[in-house]
Structure formats: structure tokens, C-alpha cells
């Protein structure tokens, strides 16, 4: 009798047990703390902040440079700005509160709106990308949580800016 070789046991479910296996680690990864994993509640978050007696032109600039120190590099995250209507718009990003890291971070947008002795800062698009095992999920979910701590750090990425803008202008050296 021929020999017959006989089909790898498991072998068409493997797909299928690395899906489940993906998954079950996806899902331990956001709710490690029991919670329910889903979108940012607040689709955006605004803070106006007085900037008394400064100029709209002024604060424009100064808010372009602190996004460039923040940042690192303003040429990076700046997705739009307009000098005349004192609006900068830049997308960025942050560890996610728990396990953040470069595979896990939570994406936003910030926009800059200046204009005399005031700046409006609005964060939008808030959401949440994770990488497991070479795959990447857009919009991943983001812990019940976890949710004050992202707000609490986009807070504070406000107060920077308003901090920075109401210092005095470091004087330019003589050199």
C-alpha cells in the first residue's frame, strides 16, 4: 500500500488560534484594569487662557516656538498655521498612561488660536494606537481609567503653553 501522508493535525486552525491568541492579548492589554475599553468621551477638550496685554501677532509667535520646544521639532507635528488669522494646528502624541511606550500611545490634535491678550487651545482627535505582534489598531480603545490621566496630561500641556507665554521674552544676547 502507498504510503498516504495525512493532513497536519491543526494545521488550517493555526490562523485561527494566532487570531484568538492576538485578540485574547489585545483585550488583556486594554482592560488590565477591568474596565471597559472604548472611544475618548469628551471629541475635544478646550481651555481659553488670558494673556493680558499681549498682541495677537506676539502670542502667534511665541506659541509656534513653545510647540517647537515642546515638540522638539516644530517642522514635525505642525500640520497647519496661518500668521493672519493666529492659528497653528499640529498633530502629536503621547505614552498611553499604563504600558505606553512607542507601540501604545494615544494620538491628538492641537490647535492654537491667538488673538490679543488671549489663546485658545483645543485638543481633538484624541485616540488610541497599539501595536501587538506586528499589527497595528487604530482607535484600540482607551480605559475608563485611564481617561482622567489623559485629560489631566492634555490639561497640563495647556497650562505649559499659558505658562510660557505669560514669561517675559528672554532678552537676545549681544553676541
Known amino acids: 500500500m502507498p504510503a498516504t501522508t495525512s493532513p497536519q493535525p491543526f494545521g488550517r486552525f493555526v490562523p485561527i488560534l ?4 492576538t485578540m485574547a492579548l489585545l483585550s488583556a492589554t486594554l482592560e488590565g484594569c477591568g474596565c471597559v475599553a472604548a472611544g475618548f ?4 477638550m478646550q481651555n481659553t487662557y488670558p494673556i493680558e496685554g499681549a498682541k495677537k501677532d506676539s502670542l502667534y509667535l511665541r506659541s509656534r516656538l513653545w510647540v517647537s520646544e515642546t515638540f522638539n521639532s516644530s517642522k514635525h507635528v505642525i500640520d497647519y498655521e496661518n500668521q493672519d488669522a493666529g492659528v497653528i494646528v499640529s498633530k502629536a502624541r503621547m505614552p498611553y498612561p499604563r504600558h505606553g511606550g512607542p507601540d501604545n500611545y494615544i494620538s491628538y490634535a492641537m490647535k492654537v488660536e491667538a488673538k490679543d491678550a488671549k489663546v485658545r487651545v483645543t ?6 494606537t497599539l501595536t ?18 489623559i485629560s489631566r496630561n492634555l490639561y497640563d500641556l495647556g497650562e505649559s ?7 517675559k521674552p528672554k532678552a537676545a544676547d549681544n553676541w
Open 18 to 21: 494566532l487570531l484568538v491568541a
Open 41 to 44: 468621551p469628551n471629541p475635544a
Open 161 to 167: 503653553l499659558q505658562k510660557y507665554l505669560t514669561q
Open 132 to 149: 501587538v505582534q506586528n499589527s497595528v489598531y487604530s482607535d484600540a480603545g482607551i480605559c475608563e481609567c485611564d481617561t482622567l490621566a
Open 123 to 128: 485638543f481633538s482627535d484624541i485616540s488610541r
